[in-house]
């Protein structure tokens, strides 16, 4: 006699992993990221929530320097005091210039209460002028240079949500070694894929490549289910993908999704998502980022 499972049986199960491509590391498939817990919960509430992550799998976590003024760093090294050997830490740095990064990976590299940062991303790759000083060797990329030299970085990468052609001139014109972009069906449903045209230029490289924007940057909480959208993103050719959560309980209901490893989402029920992620990304609320109005036309 066979049973299903129960709700609690799929939330102990083990966590899903896939190999982060050319790093040496085994990430799970949620990586938690910095948005939400950095902010809208109290730090208490945030060590908790990174704590609950680590006891139901999740070992790779995704912040940046400028998220909520520095808190995400600060809280995250907080919360990982005794667990740091057995997590992958990833965070970025929005500067461009020499100075100002250096900065910044020192402010990293104090808050995570780390030596050592496992991926650097230069965080948010935008138009053609600032890819010219993403890629200017005395700039961002000389900090870190330095840093990786020193062993304070392991590896580097470049993270964008739009300019997916600079995104594709960057990874062809410095050897990073992973990308960090979105991935959410959100982004198909404004024909601006990622996944289609970047990811195999990622590939060829033998990039990793982490994925975002799976739930819209939040505003995924106004469809009626979650449940095809996470499924749809983990379906695509990436390494883990990056969702944030701002109370145990979502933390959980996402990981019960994707510990249940649903299958692909079938093109046709992909295309009947659009109108509905269209409508709730047509306007975001205080506080949240409109990342979709490049897209818009």
Known sequence: MTTTPTTHDTLTAPMPTRQLRGLDWQ?????????????????????????????LGVNTFDTA??????????????????HRD??????????RDYDGARRDIEQSLNSLQTDTIDLFFIHSLEDDNDLKKALDPQGVLK????????????????????????????????PFQAVLLPIGLFNEAYNYSFPAEVIP??????????????????????????TPYIRFAINQDVDTAV??????????????????????????ETKALFDEARQVTQSFDPGEFSWVSHYKQ
Do not use: C
Not at 27 to 53: N, P, Y
Not at 86 to 95: E, G, H, L, M, R
């Open 243 to 268: 969702i944030g959560a701002d109370s145990i309980q979502q933390l959980e209901q996402t990981i019960r999704i994707i510990k249940s490893k649903p299958v692909p989402l079938p093109p046709e």
């Open 65 to 82: 320097s400028n998220y909520a003024k520095g808190e995400s760093e600060r809280r995250l090294g907080k919360a990982l005091l005794g």
């Open 143 to 174: 900090a870190i240079d330095e840093f990786k030299a020193a062993g304070h970085i392991r590896n580097v990468g470049v993270s964008g949500h739009w300019f997916k052609h600079n995104m594709i001139h960057a990874i062809n014109d410095y």
């Open 86 to 95: 057995n997590v992958f830490i990833a965070t970025k740095s929005s500067k």
């Open 201 to 226: 230029v990622a590939r060829n490289k033998d990039l990793a490549v982490l994925g975002m924007k799976v739930l819209a940057a939040g505003r995924a909480k106004h469809v009626a289910d979650i």
């Open 27 to 55: 990430a799970s498939l949620l990586t938690l990221g910095g948005v939400k817990w950095d902010s809208v919960i109290t730090e208490t509430q945030a060590i908790e929530l990174i704590h609950r992550a680590i006891e």
